[in-house]
């Protein structure tokens, strides 16, 4: 019923973690993920989402409220399950709860019986949901992020940096002379190249960051927290590693990438319209290279 599944547990209280979790364990193949810290819970929520979240609705560094409106503003999060754990009784808690965008609360001393008739619920939803948004969320030839999901990192990226000064960069890539695959071998040996490609990227990938296909031969590279020096070396590796591949009898894989790194108040159509301008700079330098 849970198989693989996640619950993340989020109270300042350690006693308190070590009981919730005693009570996940009695879950079965669910695996329990402690945070005594709300934000460092958001940080591993932006890569890996669980399928369910229990969590404390009173915390020092930031309030059960405060933390569901964040969790929701991420689009892996949207529909993960969150459910309040809270001695609090009153009807104006659980309104609260529900705003922000919580499913429900159960109140302490938590009754066993009820806890895990409410989470094998929540877990069943979490995992549908996940699952749905990485159907959405993967472009289904490459295995890569899609367009939609792609950007939508991006925004929230952007989002990020200003905020908190959170300093990223944006690598936009072309695969080198990609029509003359097509026109000369038909697009099946073209989708192979993207399949191929979109294979060898994921090898190379940090986790935290993201890669997707824009469209056609068009794809995109996110790298948080990554300053311009370091996203050129991570772009050197990502060419390398593509020219790898088998050639077809047209000629080499390659790819020709362009690199920005943001700065703080120039917005979203900014970064991506630099970036793309030092693709065209790499396809004018003779393809196979990175500019920046």
């Known amino acids: 019923m849970t198989n693989g599944s996640e619950v993340m547990i989020i109270d300042d209280v350690a006693i308190n973690r070590l009981l919730m979790k ?9 695996t329990p993920i402690l945070f005594s810290n709300p934000v460092e819970a958001l940080a591993r929520c932006e890569v890996t989402p669980p399928d369910l979240v229990l969590l404390d609705y009173s915390m ?27 001695s609090r009784a009153d009807r104006e808690t659980l309104l609260e709860v529900l705003d922000a965008g919580g499913n429900d609360f159960i109140r302490k001393p938590v009754d066993e019986v009820e806890f895990l008739a409410r989470a094998r619920s929540m877990l069943k939803l979490g995992q549908a949901s996940r699952a749905l948004y990485m159907l959405s969320a993967t472009d289904e030839l490459t295995g890569l992020a899609s367009r939609r999901a792609f950007l939508t990192s991006l925004d929230a990226e952007v989002d990020r940096a200003e905020r908190y000064g959170q300093q990223f960069s944006l690598a936009l ?20 190249v993207l399949r191929s490609l979109g294979a060898a990227a994921l090898q190379i990938k940090r986790k935290a960051d993201t890669m997707g296909r ?33 050639p077809t009898p047209v000629g080499p894989i390659t790819i020709s990438v362009g690199i920005a790194a943001y700065e703080p108040g120039e917005g979203l159509e900014a970064v991506m319209e630099c970036a793309d301008a030092k693709v065209y700079e790499a396809k004018a330098g003779g393809r196979d290279r990175v500019a920046y």
């Open 173 to 192: 890539f072309d695969v080198d002379h990609f029509k003359r695959v097509n026109d000369t071998l038909g697009h099946g040996a073209g989708d192979a």
């Open 22 to 30: 005693a009570l996940v364990d009695q879950l079965g193949d669910a």
């Open 60 to 86: 020092p560094e930031m309030t059960g409220v405060d933390f569901i409106r964040r969790f929701r503003t991420l689009p892996q999060c949207a529909a993960i399950p969150v459910l309040v754990v809270t």
């Open 214 to 246: 824009l469209g056609g031969e068009e794809f995109g590279l996110l790298l948080p927290g990554t300053p311009l020096d370091r996203a050129i070396e991570a772009c050197e590796r990502l060419r390398r590693q593509i020219a790898t591949l088998p």
